[in-house]
Nanobody, 124 residues
């Protein structure tokens, strides 16, 4: 079993930066691929970024590449998402996710464990 708890959501203005963190617990959590998704009002849950067990390989959606950075600390069992130059259309609930596979993943269906989400609101 894996439990995920997000922190760091909030309200900020366009162009601002925010760092989200996800604390993971469970057996061999550091071996899991981790990811961030977001879900805006009225939209499907959207892939944002993912990172493999070692942290040596990452994936990003095209819309956030160059602005967001995903990282993990396998000692503290945390995964972070640094978000820069945020846009109003990126207002959403951001979710931490995990799966035990070896691939980075890109769809919500590939991930087995989910946090409850943290709201990020970007005002114009």
């Amino acid at each position: 079993q894996v439990q995920l708890v997000e922190s760091g959501g909030g309200l900020l203005q366009t162009g601002g930066s925010l760092r989200l963190s996800c604390a993971a617990s469970g057996r061999t959590v550091s071996s899991y691929t981790m990811a961030w998704f977001r879900q805006a009002p009225g939209k499907e849950r959207e892939f944002v970024a993912s990172i493999v067990r070692s942290g040596g390989r990452t994936a990003y959606s095209d819309s956030v590449k160059g602005r967001f950075t995903i990282s993990r600390d396998n000692v503290k069992n945390t995964v972070a998402l640094q978000m820069n130059s945020l846009k109003p259309e990126e207002t959403a609930v951001y979710y931490c996710a995990a799966h035990q596979g070896y691939t980075l993943g890109a769809t919500a269906d590939e991930f087995d464990y989910w946090g409850q989400g943290k709201k990020v609101t970007v005002s114009a």
